[in-house]
């Protein structure tokens, strides 16, 4: 595949990236057929540990088409970080703002010229107790639907085995030395979506059908079967609370007094 479009500043992360990544990590790489050597395409990728961007960015980085990243607007500001992420050409995402939707405009406009543009769909690191992907959000499907672009779901597994997600102990597990699994699939099927009012219920069926895609492909790197439904991270919060307030309304209720227990 053509190296075209990667410039100074990637290269230059890349030469600081690699050399730790090549020296503590084997790799497990399937599927790079699938990542369109020419024209604007979205990736679709699962979330489940702060490592796994470095671990999908190298692999991206050694097909010739580098992802630019949705990231967090403060990333942006001063300072070497700032400059790396302006340099390499990241989306930066205004979160709880009227310009949420610059991310999006950016997106379209990079993949309009013929870039890739990386979506992590959860919006976070996996909340799944057993690291599947959760349902994601909608933010690919609208961008996806904008385009037409290809959608290349890709799975990954084994940073989160060396640094679990929400782990209470923020220590690298670095040996034994881990193997970071990465796998693209075949772009995901939307052409039936194409030129429908992209209402609530379209976003939300394009959204699941990539998650679907994107948890299929894990289920084949991690050999085994995945969960039947996605997990919603929204309900299980719900479930917790409605489960807290029935028992602090148990502990609330008066036990039986010595005359009851009399009668």
């Known amino acids: 595949m053509s190296r075209h479009r990667i410039g100074f500043w990637y290269r230059l992360a890349a030469v600081i990236a690699k050399p730790p990544l090549v020296v503590l990590f084997k790799r497990d790489w399937q599927g790079m057929e699938h990542i369109p050597a020419e024209g604007g395409f979205i990736t679709a990728v699962n979330h489940n540990s ?3 961007p470095l671990s999908y ?7 010739g088409r580098v992802p630019r990243f949705l990231a967090k607007s403060g990333l942006f500001k001063g ?16 979160r709880e703002s009227t310009d949420a939707a610059t991310a999006f405009r950016a997106a379209v406009d990079a993949i309009n010229r013929g870039e890739c543009v990386a979506f992590y769909p959860e919006g976070t690191l996996t909340r799944d107790p057993d690291m599947w992907p959760m349902q994601g959000k909608t933010g690919a499907a609208r961008v996806a639907l904008l385009t037409k672009a290809p959608v290349i779901p890709v799975a990954q597994w084994g940073a989160n085995e060396a640094m679990p997600p929400y782990a209470k102990e923020k220590k690298l597990r670095l040996f034994p030395r881990k193997t970071l699994r990465v796998k693209a699939g075949p772009p995901v099927d939307l052409a039936e979506f194409y030129g429908q009012e992209p209402t609530a219920e379209v976003l939300r069926a394009v959204t699941d059908r990539i998650m679907a895609s994107v948890t299929g492909i894990l289920a084949e790197v991690r050999e085994e079967p995945a969960p039947a439904e996605p997990y919603d991270h929204r309900k299980a919060r719900a479930e917790q609370r409605r489960k807290n307030q029935q028992m602090r309304q148990r502990d609330k209720t008066p036990g039986p007094t010595q005359e009851d227990e009399g009668k």
Not at 57 to 63: G, K, S
Not at 79 to 94: E, N
């Open 50 to 52: 702060y490592l796994d």
């Open 57 to 63: 960015a190298h692999y991206q980085y050694n097909t």
């Open 79 to 94: 300072g070497f970080v700032g400059a790396v992420m302006r340099g390499t050409g990241q989306i930066p995402v205004y």
